[in-house]
T-cell receptor, first 116, second 114 residues
Framework: GAGVSQSPSNKVTEKGKDVELRCDPI?????LYWYRQSLGQGLEFLIY????????KSGLPSDRFSAERTGGSVSTLTIQRTQQEDSAVYLC??????????????FGPGTRLTVL | DQQVKQNSPSLSVQEGRISILNCDYT??????FLWYKKYPAEGPTFLIS?????DKNEDGRFTVFLNKSAKHLSLHIVPSQPGDSAVYFC?????????????FGKGTLLTVNP
């Protein structure tokens, strides 16, 4: 079956521009996560969606970052007025329920964002 | 403040030998630990996990050991194969926090030489 897909795979943008990153989770997975991996760092949690519940946005680094999940499926991460420090690989993951014993998270290939 | 530490950025091992990847943590509230493997240009994939109530979990060539008193865990791969060459991330869940939120280490690049 299809795994988690993300688009674009690479994005180069100029400082100050807005970008949108897309994630298509595995069909039937109710939980969706966004992470960021900056150069030489581990994965940093950004945001979590679970069904129709309010998302956990506690990991978003600033108010320039926002995310939405439409119809409980596709998610878009938006970064406004991008800065050079936003350059990183943005990873999306989905899991069956996100509850109980850590649900195995299935990751997409990521979007490499470069802000010039 | 790094709560999950993988102090070795890289490790090189000969094919057929044992690979030992180490991970230390500082948060005593962590109750579940996971290892993920990542190939270039791919997302991390789940490899093996262990609950804090256990000290060992084995799955084929992969074994994870947990030493709670030392706040240390390790992943053993025996025998190592060239296809095991990847970045390995250690991750942990905080029992006092959200059960879905994982804290990751920076990863260790394992190279298995033929």
């Amino acid at each position: 079956g299809a795994g988690v897909s993300q688009s674009p795979s690479n994005k180069v943008t100029e400082k100050g521009k807005d970008v949108e990153l897309r994630c298509d989770p595995i069909s039937g997975h109710t939980a969706l996560y966004w992470y960021r991996q900056s150069l030489g760092q581990g994965l940093e949690f950004l945001i979590y969606f679970q069904g129709n519940s309010a998302p956990d946005k506690s990991g978003l680094p600033s108010d320039r970052f926002s995310a939405e999940r439409t119809g409980g499926s596709v998610s878009t991460l938006t970064i406004q007025r991008t800065q050079q420090e936003d350059s990183a690989v943005y990873l999306c993951a989905s899991s069956y329920s996100g509850t109980g014993t850590p649900d195995t998270q299935y990751f997409g290939p990521g979007t490499r964002l470069t802000v010039l | 403040d790094q709560q999950v530490k993988q102090n070795s950025p890289s490790l090189s091992v000969q094919e057929g030998r044992i690979s030992i990847l180490n991970c230390d943590y500082t948060n005593s509230m962590f109750d579940y630990f996971l290892w993920y493997k990542k190939y270039p240009a791919e997302g991390p994939t789940f490899l093996i996990s262990i609950s804090s109530i256990k000290d060992k979990n084995e799955d084929g060539r992969f074994t994870v050991f947990l030493n709670k008193s030392a706040k240390h865990l390790s992943l053993h791969i025996v025998p190592s194969q060239p296809g095991d060459s990847a970045v390995y991330f250690c991750a942990a869940r905080d029992s006092g926090g959200s059960n879905y939120k994982l804290t990751f280490g920076k990863g260790t690049l394992l190279t298995v030489n033929p």
